[in-house]
């Protein structure tokens, strides 16, 4: 048996983090990166 971990996820765009990544704004983005986003540019996302 195998003790490596088969991550299916693809990882945020931006850190690399691999828990809740979502298409957002074209890129994938896992949810601290996508708020984030929301809260440097809430013009664009209102």
Do not use: H, W
Not at 22 to 45: K, V, Y
């Amino acid at each position: 048996m195998s003790d490596n971990i088969i991550q299916l996820s693809k990882p945020c765009t931006l850190c690399e983090n691999r828990q809740n990544v979502q298409l957002f704004a074209g890129l994938m983005l896992c949810e601290s990166c996508q708020e984030n986003i929301r809260l440097t540019n809430p013009d664009m996302f209102s």
